[in-house]
């Protein structure tokens, strides 16, 4: 019995990043093996294992043969006669089809190490095309460390988008590769990765009603700015039509907050734009329309997401906005609630609104008329 350290743990060692996991394949044993060395059992599709101390996973050696649509139209051969060639062979890209034996040596049938000196993203196999999410992964990888994507490979994704495989996706892989990618350092890759192979519109056919540049700008400015998901997944959406976003949000099964906010984002994002010229009356229906009162930290990311908005629209005088909003928003944050309830119990939400107002009146005045 071998082990081996595969994967994305030997890719990130030789570019000099930090490894947060560490997977490991296993060679000339059965699962019988393995429980009797202490490994715990946790694969339910195929033979994986955590050691009993470290808790790394280990995998046997595996093949798979193609036996439907989709991710999971395969079938799992794992026995103690496949090799580590046959299981690194199965893999998505050279770069991640690397392995380091128990001495440290590298193993890289497939020049991996030198397609990450060369920053090219190259499938290992004309198997790549047997697995849709395989198009996603490669978008992401170039979201994270901007390779460009081989010729070879580019053309196979092609390929799989014209044949119909890219339609065999679930939406859950959809968004698990979708937000993942959206995290990444230069999150604009994807899309650009996704539009150059014509999958981009196949698992995000809202693209084509959305603001592609002003959005991909926004988003250049959340990522700069290490903002969270549901600010860079809701900038997509400025000014698209809700029903556009409440499609894709319900297609994609996208969580409620990213949902959420890119509905307000939707709705509200040009008033924030604009809210210098509101006067008290008009910010405060603002705030209530984004139910800032009660979702304060959502509140923060709507105005953040229109801050990448207005940096996206070349506009310098959002902060203006931002902080006449602001400072509105903790002025009528600032009144007792719970007096004025006591102190009116017969017309609580309007003694309430009318104190906010009279907060927001007293610390901000209305803007001059335009002239």
Known sequence: ????????????????LPVADRDHVVVGATPEDMVRAGFRPVGRDFPVFLHPETHEEYALARTERKAGRGYRGFVVHTAPDVTLEQDLARRDLTINAMARDASGALIDPWHGERDLRAGVLRHVSDAFAEDPVRILRVARFAARFAFTVAPETLALMRDMVRSGEVDALVPERVWQELARGLMEPAPRRMFAVLGECG?????????????????????????????????????????????????ACERLRAPHDCRDLALLVARLGERIAHAEGLDPRGLLALLVDCDAFRRTDRFAMLVDAADCLAVADGRRDFPRAARRLTRAFKAASGIDAGAIAAGHPDAVPAAIRAARLAAVESALPSPPAPA
């Not at 519109?201 to 991909?216: D, F, I, S, T």
């Open 1 to 16: 019995m071998k082990t081996y350290v595969v994967g994305g743990a030997v890719r990130d060692e030789l570019l000099g």
């Open 199 to 247: 999958a981009l519109e196949r698992v995000l056919p809202e693209w084509r009603q959305l603001h592609p540049q002003r959005a991909l700008a926004a988003l250049d400015c959340a990522a700069a700015r290490l903002n969270p998901l549901p600010i860079r997944f809701a900038v997509l959406f400025a000014g698209a039509a809700a029903a556009g976003v409440t499609s």
